[in-house]
T-cell receptor
Framework: DAGVIQSPRHEVTEMGQEVTLRCKPI?????LFWYRQTMMRGLELLIY????????DSGMPEDRFSAKMPNASFSTLKIQPSEPRDSAVYFC?????????????FGDGTRLSIL | AQSVAQPEDQVNVAEGNPLTVKCTYS??????LFWYVQYPNRGLQFLLK??????LVKGSYGFEAEFNKSQTSFHLKKPSALVSDSALYFC???????FGAGTRLTVKP
């Protein structure tokens, strides 16, 4: 079974540009999570969805960030406009069932560099 | 407030020796505690979890963890470390998807 697939794996762009990160969760999973990993702040939960509906977006840093899940097999995280401090590795993860008792399956991340 | 802490940034052990990676937590209610491992340029991989039941939990690759309610700890252990165990390890409080800062484990031959 294919794992969580993220694209692109690497993205380098200039400040002010729009950035779109993509995620395909594991088929059948009903929870999807977006995380950001930096040396300074570690791994931070940005937003998560249940059955395509956003449940908690309190971790989204500011209005420049938005996430959508139009169907069960696809999600996007957008940053517009991007800033150098957005440089990080962004992970998508999915799980099945309760958020508490089930493990999350992570993609290999998108390494984002904003110049 | 709920929290999870990994008090050691780095742990160094010799191959063949036992290893311990520490994790402490604070939660209202019952904790859902997980350990994950991250290799370079990869996502986190699930190792084991404690939800309820036996305090000693066994997981992948020979790892185990002991849940201690009185000490609010969930330390990761392995009886005999391998060089290939070298990686970044994260403890997670899954009640609110909160991760510790990570501990870098280095196993030297």
């Amino acid at each position: 079974d294919a794992g969580v697939i993220q694209s692109p794996r690497h993205e380098v762009t200039e400040m002010g540009q729009e950035v779109t990160l993509r995620c395909k969760p594991i088929s059948g999973h009903d929870y999807l999570f977006w995380y950001r990993q930096t040396m300074m702040r570690g791994l931070e939960l940005l937003i998560y969805f249940n059955n395509n509906v956003p449940i908690d977006d309190s971790g989204m840093p500011e209005d420049r960030f938005s996430a959508k899940m139009p169907n069960a097999s696809f999600s996007t995280l957008k940053i517009q406009p991007s800033e150098p401090r957005d440089s990080a590795v962004y992970f998508c993860a999915s799980s099945f069932g309760s958020t508490g008792s089930q493990p999350q399956h992570f993609g290999d991340g998108t390494r984002l560099s904003i110049l | 407030a709920q929290s999870v802490a990994q008090p050691e940034d780095q742990v160094n052990v010799a191959e063949g020796n036992p290893l311990t990676v520490k994790c402490t937590y604070s939660v209202s209610g019952n904790p859902y505690l997980f350990w994950y491992v991250q290799y370079p340029n990869r996502g986190l991989q699930f190792l084991l979890k404690y939800i309820t039941g036996d305090n000693l939990v066994k997981g992948s690759y020979g790892f185990e963890a002991e849940f201690n309610k009185s000490q609010t700890s969930f330390h990761l252990k392995k009886p005999s470390a391998l060089v290939s165990d070298s990686a970044l390890y994260f403890c997670a409080l899954n009640n609110d998807m909160r991760f510790g800062a990570g501990t870098r484990l280095t196993v030297k031959p």
